[in-house]
């Protein structure tokens, strides 16, 4: 597989960055990039989880009072 089908994106390029010998820098700054992607993704996920957690326990609290409120009225 050669760096114009590897890399589309820097097809454009492909020559000059064949005369600086980059090809081994591209891929690596591609996989950091690719790495940096999923971890936001991950946390993006964490964080949304602990947002529905923390509303249905709110969910749950106001149920609660309401309960507790109707018993006494």
Not at 46 to 72: C, G, P, Q, T, Y
């Amino acid at each position: 597989m050669d760096f114009e089908s590897r890399y589309p994106e820097y097809a454009d390029v492909a020559e000059y960055v064949r005369r600086a010998n980059a090809e081994r820098s591209i891929h690596i700054a591609n996989l950091i990039a690719a790495g940096v992607e999923r971890l936001a993704r991950g946390v993006r996920a964490i964080v949304e989880a602990v947002l529905a957690a923390e509303r249905e326990w709110n969910e749950l609290d106001a149920e609660s009072f309401a309960r507790h409120a109707a018993k006494r009225y």
